[in-house]
């Protein structure tokens, strides 16, 4: 309740969010353990806490509203951000329906692709993003327990980088990786595609949470698919799409982040063998290989992977860099900032330092000298910019 002398805003504030967090962590790592105990009904009955549990809604309340990065995109209710009070008003919402949730319609905004065609991004309404983040605390920790060691889109303590390094242990000089070849794997409209009944038979979760989820699936179907797909929009959806592919990294030596996938392929390994088991494992799940982007590539002729250019070079050493695409979008957006005429260098300057530093950061571990790479001529741009407005 909020008292008579704080207002909604001064309440929110003071929430105490450090204590919230481990309160939320210990009873997530409690999920995690009892699985890895095969201690399913423990499991369970955890998640129906985490569901209860007032930090963990408050926790995704404040996720979908203040930190995620499309916090400011509205759902087919129009609302873009919530006030202090509705957010507390959510939260009660939460509590007396976490179980019943009914999902709203998904607002669907056409998204163009590099090869012409586009997708379809399914937002759902701010508080359906609130439930299905609640729901993802819930279900997280009962997955990561069982989740392949080589997949590291989308989950906690994991990131692109580990997917980078994997590849470099596996195509350096020390690993003969001038003589390999790698499988560039593009699952044909992944999302799109995802089998209901192979989300539902891998869920483990309460009647509560799984009846939930079906609906969630079901709010926004493709009447050509009606069992098929998930809201590329959801909060919930990377960690679904994950479920559904799980284990496919058993297949051969191979990393995955999200639907994206590179198996390594030794000399003598039969890649139409392997591409069979893949299609396989995916036809499961409701799913297929796209033949025209799956490319069968030598470690010596490169790759692109997350934004890297991988390649083996003639010396045998290994090598990765930012790919051209990576690049050539990088520099759109800092061209977009300076040429900018409708604010000044100040503000230019606060809206191009996180970009430039993430872009650096990101390709920390790459192959960055030379003129290529070199950020010379966008710095001589802004500097001969920032002067002539000052």
């Known amino acids: 309740m909020i008292g008579r002398s704080l207002s909604a805003s001064e309440f929110w504030k003071k929430l105490p969010w450090k204590k919230f967090r481990r309160n939320l962590f210990r009873l997530q790592v409690r999920v995690y353990k009892a699985i890895r105990a095969n201690d399913l009904h423990k499991a369970k009955s955890l998640q129906k806490l985490i569901l209860k549990s007032r930090a963990a809604r408050l926790l995704a309340i404040r996720q979908v509203t203040q930190l995620n990065a499309g916090k400011k995109t ?3 209710d129009g609302s873009s951000s919530l006030t202090h009070q509705e957010r507390l008003d959510l939260n009660v919402t939460l509590k007396l329906y976490v179980n019943t949730w009914k999902h709203s319609r998904l ?3 056409p998204i163009p692709k590099k090869d012409g065609s586009t997708r379809i991004l399914k937002v759902p309404t701010m508080a359906d993003r609130a439930w299905q983040c609640l729901v993802k605390y819930a279900l997280e920790p009962a997955h990561e327990a069982t989740f392949h060691e080589r997949s590291y889109g989308f989950r906690p303590g994991r990131a692109a ?7 470099f242990n596996q195509l350096r000089s020390q690993s003969n990786g001038i003589n390999k070849r ?16 192979a989300i539902m038979d891998r869920l483990i979760a309460p009647v509560g949470i799984r009846n939930g989820i079906y609906r969630c699936l079901k709010s926004g179907v493709n009447p050509e698919f009606p069992e098929q797909g998930t809201p590329q929009g959801g909060v919930v959806s990377p960690l679904l799409a994950n479920i559904a592919l799980n284990g496919i990294e058993s297949i051969h030596q191979s990393v995955r982040y999200a639907d994206d996938m590179v198996f390594v392929l030794k000399q ?10 893949i299609s396989q494992f995916l036809a499961i799940r409701g799913m297929k290989i796209s033949e025209k982007k799956t490319i069968i590539t030598a470690a010596t002729d490169g790759f692109d992977f997350l934004g890297w250019h991988f390649k083996v070079q003639k010396n045998g050493k ?18 977009k900032i300076v040429n900018n005429s409708n604010y000044g260098a100040r503000v230019k300057a606060a809206k191009l330092a996180p970009i430039v530093r993430g872009w650096r950061n990101y390709h920390q571990f790459c192959k960055l000298d030379g003129s290529r790479f070199s950020l010379w001529h ?9 002067n002539s407005a000052t």
Do not use: M, Y
Not at 161 to 167: C, G, I, N, P, S
Not at 319 to 335: A, H
Not at 378 to 386: A, E, H, L, M, P
């Open 378 to 386: 966008i710095n001589k741009r802004t500097w001969k910019v920032f």
């Open 161 to 167: 980088h580990d997917a980078q390094k994997f590849l």
């Open 318 to 335: 290994f090598r990765s860099q930012p790919s051209e695409e990576n690049f050539k979008k990088f520099r759109e957006k800092v061209k």
């Open 268 to 277: 003598n390994d039969d890649e139409q063998k392997i591409l069979e088991k």
């Open 74 to 76: 509205p759902g087919i």
């Open 107 to 109: 607002r669907q905004i």
């Open 182 to 197: 790698v499988i560039e794997l593009d699952i044909e409209k992944c999302f799109d595609r995802i089998s209901h009944t």
